[in-house]
């Protein structure tokens, strides 16, 4: 029976034993068809191919063909296989070779077999070696995936990584990731001025830039986890809070154990950063007391990242174990540990003073006016003006932060809310109300985190905007970032990929596309920013009503290898309305969804000059 490429037999048993077995090999058309196949590629009329390209078609297809007929038994076929490329090298070989047909065929046609074969396994030596070298390099994970804010850290990378040093590239120049002498291993300084938060980092290498890694920047004093706090048996204890630790789960089902001491009054707060950094994790919590009593637990916080809080009534030792969940039924097969399963927990034993708070700015940045302070009207509305920006927190459960504002008829209005982003539990629920209590417009109760609602006044008047938690929640760890102001005609940029790479004397077309979601109507034009002195641009005019704009990106004959980031800036030529708007990569996680990641975009593109082609021989 022959069926997809395989011809099934019952045959006798090869070793004479009174039974049959099913054999399984390719089908005499399909080693006809491969046979040909393999005439078309290393025929005569190929020698115009360089032999590296040449080379390489013929591994990816020999390659292809064996994965898909490596069932059964196809030993057999391969063998018959062999002499039919072996022979079309040579002869390939002979019709390329500058060498006299005598010299090429001294000592009979096995000499010459010999040579050839030799020069074949040769080049394709070469090719694999040229091709390791050539391969776009990948970031696979850092350990530990974050640090201490202005300190030093030894951080180790996984992926590909040859050849070594790779240089790295941060979207902070207080951020330095300096390579080491051992593969894999980079020295990084964390300035004092770097920003709190997800920072970006790409290797590169002449052939190419790896998509960007999330490395988070802290303020808490930070700690790698020391062995064997794998074994339950065997808890790491935990000094003193409030501490990150940074670990992994390396194997399948293990489990990482802290004891922590903690005194009567204490609000425990632990929360984990694994899924939100692109990696394959989807952890749990569990917080037991000395006789091994579970105390509180928590699955999915944040994404698939757990957070959990309980008030410690009894001093004593605690604690707490943090796993990779293993139900296939609640979990990709993926997220269960491996050397690139790197998580962050932070642990806090008291309420944070709110300088700690987390915002969105530099640290020990000054504060725009008074609006950036906590506040939590529990009875009465704060009176604001607009545009207007808070960090803020709901605590206690139940409470409900009231913003007072007024409004010209058929004004518009943003109210932008941001606490998943800031690792905060809180799932907010928008509303805005008229004075006497009606709500006018309010967000769904769908389980989001960050949450943004519109909204336009239908009368002049005076308005509430309240925020709360949608399970009527609170606590400490309840924080929010708040904008609101007047919702003005704008527009949005966004770029086609990450990173691109181009030839010397070549041109690579990237897609601008460019949203009037308010109906903006003033003319603009894509300019590019930060290209190598080599290397030109050319854009299509930007359509009125929008919509996907072509950028060519154009290295000239003579253009020198480099490998750099570049901004593409959309500028409004109307002089009395400038504005200028940086287009963004929208970054696709491995593991996680690109709505999942800390950071899930970036306006700092990439590009690529390859070296020159060397001269064929």
């Given at each position: 029976l022959d069926f997809l490429g395989y011809t099934f037999r019952h045959d006798r048993d090869q070793y004479g034993r009174p039974q049959r077995y099913w054999n399984l090999e390719p089908s005499r058309q399909a080693m006809e068809r491969e046979r040909?196949?393999?005439r078309h590629l290393i025929g005569p009329h190929q020698s115009h191919t360089p032999m590296p390209e040449l080379i390489g078609r013929v591994n990816r297809h020999l390659r292809g063909w064996t994965k898909y007929f490596k069932l059964g038994y196809p030993r057999k076929a391969f063998r018959q296989l062999s002499p039919l490329s072996s022979t079309g090298s040579i002869d390939l070989f002979r019709f390329r070779s500058s060498m006299p047909t005598s010299l090429f065929l001294r000592g009979g046609r096995h000499s010459g077999?010999?040579?050839?074969?030799?020069?074949?396994?040769?080049?394709?030596?070469?090719l694999n070696a040229a091709s390791a070298k050539a391969e776009v390099p990948t970031l696979e994970y850092l350990f530990p995936g974050g640090g201490q804010l202005g300190t030093r850290a030894s951080v180790s990378a996984g992926g590909k990584l040859d050849p070594w040093p790779v240089q790295a590239w941060t979207d902070s120049t207080g951020l330095v990731f300096k390579a080491t002498a051992a593969k894999g291993q980079f020295e990084v300084q964390i300035?004092?001025?770097?920003?709190?938060?997800?920072?970006?980092v790409r290797v590169y290498t002449a052939d190419g830039a790896s998509a960007p890694r999330c490395f988070l920047v802290g303020t808490l004093p930070e700690q790698v986890e020391k062995p064997p706090c794998d074994d339950p048996g065997q808890p790491e204890l935990i000094g003193k809070l409030p501490v990150t630790v940074n670990g992994r789960l390396a194997k399948k089902g293990e489990t990482d154990s802290f004891f922590i001491k903690l005194e009567a009054g204490q609000l425990l707060v632990a929360s984990v950063v694994a899924y939100r950094l692109d990696y394959p994790l989807d952890c749990s919590l569990r917080l037991l007391d000395g006789e091994g009593k579970e105390l509180a637990a928590n699955d999915d916080s944040h994404s698939l990242d757990p957070m959990l809080s309980h008030p410690i009534g009894q001093a004593g030792t605690y604690l707490?174990?943090?796993?990779?969940?293993?139900?296939?039924?609640?979990t990709d097969a993926r997220l269960s540990g491996s050397e690139a399963?790197?998580?962050?927990?932070?642990?806090?034993?008291e309420a944070l003073p709110p300088d700690a708070v987390p915002t969105l700015g530099k640290p020990g940045a000054d504060s725009p006016d008074e609006s950036m302070v906590l506040w939590s009207a529990l009875q009465t509305a704060r009176p604001v003006l607009l545009p207007f920006s808070i960090d803020g927190q709901i605590n206690p459960a139940g409470d409900e932060d009231r913003f007072r504002f007024s409004a010209g008829q058929n004004e518009r209005f943003y109210f932008r809310v941001q606490s998943g982003t800031l690792s905060s539990p809180l799932e907010a629920l928008l509303s805005v109300r008229d004075q006497y209590g009606n709500v006018l417009a309010q967000t769904e109760s769908n389980g989001a985190q960050d949450a943004e609602l519109t909204w336009t006044a239908a009368a002049e008047g005076s308005y509430t905007f309240t925020i709360t938690d949608q399970a009527r929640k609170g606590g400490i760890e309840y924080v929010y970032h708040l904008d609101m102001g007047n919702l003005l005609p704008d527009f949005q940029v966004t770029a086609s990929n990450h990173a691109f790479r181009l030839k010397p004397g070549t041109t690579n077309e990237m897609i601008v596309t460019v949203l009037r979601p308010d109906g903006y109507e003033s003319s603009m034009s894509l300019v590019l920013e930060g290209l190598p002195a080599s290397v030109d641009a050319n854009a299509d005019p930007v359509p009125a009503k929008g919509?996907?704009?072509?950028?060519?990106?154009m290295a000239r004959p003579e253009a020198k290898p480099a490998n750099q980031p570049f901004r593409v800036l959309a500028i409004v030529t109307d002089p009395a309305a400038p504005q200028v708007r940086l287009a963004t990569a929208i970054l696709k996680g491995q593991y996680a969804a690109p709505t999942d990641l800390l950071t899930n975009q970036t306006d700092q593109l990439w590009l690529t000059v390859l070296p020159q082609p060397k001269p064929d021989r």
């Amino acid at each position: 029976l022959d069926f997809l490429g395989y011809t099934f037999r019952h045959d006798r048993d090869q070793y004479g034993r009174p039974q049959r077995y099913w054999n399984l090999e390719p089908s005499r058309q399909a080693m006809e068809r491969e046979r040909e196949a393999l005439r078309h590629l290393i025929g005569p009329h190929q020698s115009h191919t360089p032999m590296p390209e040449l080379i390489g078609r013929v591994n990816r297809h020999l390659r292809g063909w064996t994965k898909y007929f490596k069932l059964g038994y196809p030993r057999k076929a391969f063998r018959q296989l062999s002499p039919l490329s072996s022979t079309g090298s040579i002869d390939l070989f002979r019709f390329r070779s500058s060498m006299p047909t005598s010299l090429f065929l001294r000592g009979g046609r096995h000499s010459g077999s010999r040579m050839a074969r030799s020069c074949w396994i040769v080049a394709l030596l070469l090719l694999n070696a040229a091709s390791a070298k050539a391969e776009v390099p990948t970031l696979e994970y850092l350990f530990p995936g974050g640090g201490q804010l202005g300190t030093r850290a030894s951080v180790s990378a996984g992926g590909k990584l040859d050849p070594w040093p790779v240089q790295a590239w941060t979207d902070s120049t207080g951020l330095v990731f300096k390579a080491t002498a051992a593969k894999g291993q980079f020295e990084v300084q964390i300035a004092g001025d770097v920003s709190v938060g997800p920072h970006l980092v790409r290797v590169y290498t002449a052939d190419g830039a790896s998509a960007p890694r999330c490395f988070l920047v802290g303020t808490l004093p930070e700690q790698v986890e020391k062995p064997p706090c794998d074994d339950p048996g065997q808890p790491e204890l935990i000094g003193k809070l409030p501490v990150t630790v940074n670990g992994r789960l390396a194997k399948k089902g293990e489990t990482d154990s802290f004891f922590i001491k903690l005194e009567a009054g204490q609000l425990l707060v632990a929360s984990v950063v694994a899924y939100r950094l692109d990696y394959p994790l989807d952890c749990s919590l569990r917080l037991l007391d000395g006789e091994g009593k579970e105390l509180a637990a928590n699955d999915d916080s944040h994404s698939l990242d757990p957070m959990l809080s309980h008030p410690i009534g009894q001093a004593g030792t605690y604690l707490l174990q943090l796993s990779a969940a293993t139900d296939p039924s609640k979990t990709d097969a993926r997220l269960s540990g491996s050397e690139a399963a790197v998580y962050r927990l932070t642990m806090t034993s008291e309420a944070l003073p709110p300088d700690a708070v987390p915002t969105l700015g530099k640290p020990g940045a000054d504060s725009p006016d008074e609006s950036m302070v906590l506040w939590s009207a529990l009875q009465t509305a704060r009176p604001v003006l607009l545009p207007f920006s808070i960090d803020g927190q709901i605590n206690p459960a139940g409470d409900e932060d009231r913003f007072r504002f007024s409004a010209g008829q058929n004004e518009r209005f943003y109210f932008r809310v941001q606490s998943g982003t800031l690792s905060s539990p809180l799932e907010a629920l928008l509303s805005v109300r008229d004075q006497y209590g009606n709500v006018l417009a309010q967000t769904e109760s769908n389980g989001a985190q960050d949450a943004e609602l519109t909204w336009t006044a239908a009368a002049e008047g005076s308005y509430t905007f309240t925020i709360t938690d949608q399970a009527r929640k609170g606590g400490i760890e309840y924080v929010y970032h708040l904008d609101m102001g007047n919702l003005l005609p704008d527009f949005q940029v966004t770029a086609s990929n990450h990173a691109f790479r181009l030839k010397p004397g070549t041109t690579n077309e990237m897609i601008v596309t460019v949203l009037r979601p308010d109906g903006y109507e003033s003319s603009m034009s894509l300019v590019l920013e930060g290209l190598p002195a080599s290397v030109d641009a050319n854009a299509d005019p930007v359509p009125a009503k929008g919509g996907d704009v072509k950028v060519r990106l154009m290295a000239r004959p003579e253009a020198k290898p480099a490998n750099q980031p570049f901004r593409v800036l959309a500028i409004v030529t109307d002089p009395a309305a400038p504005q200028v708007r940086l287009a963004t990569a929208i970054l696709k996680g491995q593991y996680a969804a690109p709505t999942d990641l800390l950071t899930n975009q970036t306006d700092q593109l990439w590009l690529t000059v390859l070296p020159q082609p060397k001269p064929d021989r």
